[in-house]
């Protein structure tokens, strides 16, 4: 159980172009989900936290016109990089809260999303 | 502010016991965990402190200790697939209603035979 999905794995754009990310939880039900950024040989950083039904929650420095997101249900949470540029690759990767029937309340991560901008 | 360190790489030898240490200072706390992630994948839960001690699992187990802010895993009977990097993140802030997680740099660990 709590598999989540993300959708595409892998993704080359150009310069200027949107880019839009799926997130799923597979067989549970996600009230909360969130977004995370990785650069290579560092750790995540979080962009994004994503309540369903309302507004997401941008870290710090994130900018919320920039990378667009939505949580139109309680299994599936889109991320779209609008206007991508080159500093904009990188590893893209959501999670989600299953609630009480998790462990520890632990998040589920998905598998990732690899973005390059030309 | 929020910093949590841990060593960059560490190596070891097949068969051998490692201990991945991790220190921490957040503005809050409710829960430190450890992930496992192979390069080019998504990070995998390992385990959860939130009280003091050690909780074990199989060949890993960890230890918390929430005076001194520090925390360890320890890998047991090392094999060559636990080579990865290894995540440290406590759940000590808010975001959108709910505890975010911070993680650490993570450590590279290699094995060799």
């Known amino acids: 159980g709590a598999v989540v999905s993300q959708h595409p794995s892998w993704v080359i754009c150009k310069s200027g172009t949107s880019v839009k990310i799926e997130c799923r939880s597979l067989d549970f039900q996600a009230t909360t989900m969130f977004w995370y950024r990785q650069f290579p040989k560092q750790s995540l950083m979080l962009m994004a936290t994503s309540n369903e039904g309302s507004k997401a929650t941008y870290e710090q420095g994130v900018e919320k016109d920039k990378f667009l997101i939505n949580h139109a249900s309680l299994t599936l949470s889109t991320l779209t990089v609008t206007s991508a540029h080159p500093e904009d690759s990188s590893f893209y990767i959501c999670s989600a809260d299953p609630g009480l029937a998790g462990v520890g309340d632990t998040q589920y991560f998905g598998p990732g999303t690899r973005l390059t901008v030309l | 502010g929020q910093n949590i360190d841990q060593p960059t790489e560490m190596t070891a030898t097949e068969g051998a016991i490692v201990q991945i240490n991790c220190t921490y200072q957040t503005s809050g706390f409710n829960g430190l965990f450890w992930y496992q992630q192979h390069a080019g994948e998504a990070p995998t ?20 200790s929430r005076s001194k802010g520090y925390s360890y895993l320890l890998l047991k009977e090392l094999q060559m697939k636990d080579s990865a990097s290894y995540l440290c993140a406590v759940r000590g802030g808010f975001s959108g209603g709910y505890n975010k997680l911070i993680f650490g740099a993570g450590t590279r660990l290699a094995v060799h035979p």
């Open chain 2, 45 to 64: 839960f390992l385990s959860y402190n939130v009280l003091d001690g050690l909780e074990e699992k199989g060949r890993f187990s960890s230890f918390l």
